[in-house]
């Protein structure tokens, strides 16, 4: 998975303008609009222009953000989230910018090699790679690798960080990653075991999800101190659940795509489970290559898909309480509504479904 689009629903629009959220987030837009065209400008000085498309268009970075910018938020809500969760907890405005670079390089990351795990194309970058989807995420790969040293790189220069502690960053962030593509790496060939719900999210969730989210705290770990550091260790937690939760919503939208590749996915354990028998009996026939139901989720699947985004609630409302506690503004009571939110625009449909009365639904097991 990775930090895909997310609030692309009309409702999800809503709640952001009308509870305050767009607002309070138009200072770290600003700056994380400002981040990623630095990070650009890099790519122009280490590629050759013949292998570069014309950059895409940025919200202003000066005065009020408007609706056009609305693209850029959707694309990069977590990152914009997380720069301004380290602003009330302490982090200088110069570091805040350098973690901002530093995480548009690692969601760009991420990005090309989840794109090779499940044959995508997608790029962060203005890249002219040609027809070859396999080459654009392989050049994006070798382009952010020397485009996170030099913005290191760039912060030793300015007294920011010292030698040792960009290469502890570097560390942190490739052994994080490896975690993470161990267990994707795990799933290429499928896999035949089905975790009950609990365990899953432990040994699976929490990984391609959790520490997914944990990569924006490696460099805050390494180079903050003091009452800053204690705060951001105890904020990392948080994050993770709320990357669990995420996780979790996109096993319910992903459901068809697992299924198919047979790979670990939180609704299929839940209905092997936990299921009726007539869930029980069509997951089998549908794991043994028969015909998928259009919305199935939704219908056949519906009890088991309502009991797993409980279970995403709970991730997502125990992540902002936590936060809370620590100061940061983000109101506990959208917590669930943020749940429905963070899907792609394929997933609106069925999380608008399942969520008329899926926040009433216990998990069960």
Not at 121 to 143: D, E, N, W
Not at 257 to 272: C, K, M, T, Y
């Amino acid at each position: 998975m990775t930090l895909s689009p997310v609030f692309r629903s009309s409702a999800a629009v809503h709640l952001l303008q009308e509870e305050g959220i767009w607002e309070r987030l138009e200072p770290s837009i600003r700056a994380q609009a400002r981040a990623v065209q630095r990070v650009l400008g890099d790519l122009e000085e280490l590629l050759d222009p013949s292998f570069l498309d014309e950059a895409p268009d940025f919200p202003e970075t000066d005065g009020p953000v408007g609706l056009s910018a609305l693209p850029f938020l959707q694309e990069y809500f977590f990152l914009i989230l997380f720069r301004s969760l380290f602003e009330s907890l302490g982090v200088d405005e110069a570091r805040l910018d350098r973690y901002a670079q530093v995480n548009f390089c690692v969601k760009g990351t991420i990005t090309a090699a989840d794109n090779l795990f499940d044959e995508q194309a997608k790029s962060l970058l203005p890249l002219a790679a040609g027809k070859g989807s396999r080459f654009l995420s392989i050049l994006q790969l070798m382009c952010f690798e020397r485009l996170i040293r030099r913005t290191l790189d760039r912060g030793v220069d300015a007294g920011e960080l010292s030698g040792s502690q960009r290469d502890l960053v570097l560390k942190g962030l490739l052994d994080l990653m490896a975690r993470i593509g161990l267990l994707e790496g795990s799933e290429e060939g499928g896999v035949n075991d089905v975790p009950i719900p609990e365990e899953m999210v432990e040994q699976v969730h929490r990984i391609r999800g959790g520490a997914l989210f944990a990569l924006s705290f490696v460099p805050p770990a390494v180079l903050e101190e003091g009452e800053t550091l204690t705060r951001i260790q105890a904020a990392e937690p948080a994050v993770a659940r709320l990357g669990t939760a995420f996780q979790i919503v996109d096993d319910l939208t992903d459901f068809e795509f697992d299924l198919g590749r047979r790979s670990h996915n939180l609704l299929v354990a839940q209905i092997h489970h936990y299921g009726s028998d007539a869930e029980k009996r069509l997951l089998s026939q549908l794991r043994q290559g028969g015909p998928c139901p259009v919305g199935v989720v939704e219908s056949h699947f519906r009890d088991s898909a309502q009991a797993v985004l409980e279970r995403a609630y709970l991730e997502a409302r125990a992540s902002f309480q936590a936060l809370a506690e620590l100061g940061f503004w983000f109101p506990v009571e959208l917590a669930d509504e943020v749940v429905h939110a963070i899907v792609g625009l394929e997933g609106v449909r069925r999380m608008e479904d399942l969520s008329v009365s899926g926040s009433s639904t216990a998990s069960q097991g």
